[in-house]
């Protein structure tokens, strides 16, 4: 049976997003909720759960300031963190832009967004989590940077790709105190955000559809179970197989 524990979820100010998706199936186990997200629409999202049925608490600030990131740490032990801020918001939405002609401002703050969040939020509630002796902490990487990736999303790609490797390296520090770090590591989802390029693209991979936010979060929350005390430093692709195939469409 499960243990019910706090669970701490970024970026989850998008009705349809995987933020939200996450939410609902750790809630569905019976875990309370923190979800965290830049603008107000967090609210919205925390009145939605709550009228689901769930325990929720909303945060909303930028995760980029540790003095934020303090005030959220403050709302109580968080067992089970989700690392899902990043890039693609709707206040500061994700381009492409060739690397040869990038600003290095855009650069750090699509950096700060992607790696920064999840390295701030990690180190303020890790210490908690070690001292309890228990703790899940799940990444929201993406297959853009580790495994594949896109022209002109170079500081993207280099965000997810640093995430996989603070993923490794936090799971050999923590393997022996009952806390685990994974990173799951998504193709193309079908979100509100999604666009008809996307879209096509996903057509185009061996399933011939987008993934489902759903599907990401059934991926996390085996990840944040008890039952994956095992699985420590793993990095699970959701892309339907997308990444395997060579030649596409």
């Keep these: 049976m499960t243990s019910r524990r706090m669970a701490l979820i970024t970026g989850a100010g998008a009705s349809g997003g995987i933020g939200m998706a996450c939410a609902r199936a750790l809630g569905a186990v019976g875990h309370r909720l923190v979800i965290a997200g830049a603008s107000g629409r967090i609210h919205a999202r925390a009145a939605e759960l709550l009228a689901e049925g769930f325990e929720v608490t909303a945060h909303q600030g930028d995760l980029t300031e540790p003095d934020v990131v303090a ?22 939405p994700g381009g492409l832009t060739p690397f040869a002609r990038d600003d290095m401002t855009r650069w750090r703050r699509e950096m700060d967004l992607s790696l920064t969040t999840a390295v701030l939020v ?15 902490v799940v990444m929201m990487a993406s297959v853009t940077g580790p495994v594949v990736s896109i022209a ?32 799951v590591a998504p193709g193309w989802i079908g979100t509100e955000a999604t666009q008809a390029g996307e879209f096509a693209a996903a057509k185009r991979s061996p399933m011939g559809r987008a993934g489902r936010p759903e599907e990401v979060a059934a991926c996390v929350g085996f990840l944040a179970s008890e039952a994956a ?7 699970l692709v959701v892309d339907g197989g997308n990444s395997l195939q060579e030649k596409k469409g």
């Design 71 to 92: 005030r959220l740490a403050a709302l109580g032990p968080v067992d089970i963190l989700v690392n899902n801020a990043g890039m693609g918001s709707q206040a500061e």
């Design 122 to 136: 990690t180190r303020a509630l890790l210490p908690g989590m070690l001292a309890r002796g228990f703790g899940r």
């Design 152 to 183: 002109g999303s170079s500081a993207y790609s280099a965000a997810k790709a640093a995430m996989v490797g603070l993923t490794h390296a936090l799971a050999l520090e923590v393997a022996r105190k009952g806390v685990t770090v994974n990173a």
């Design 229 to 235: 005390s095992y699985v420590n430093g793993a990095v």
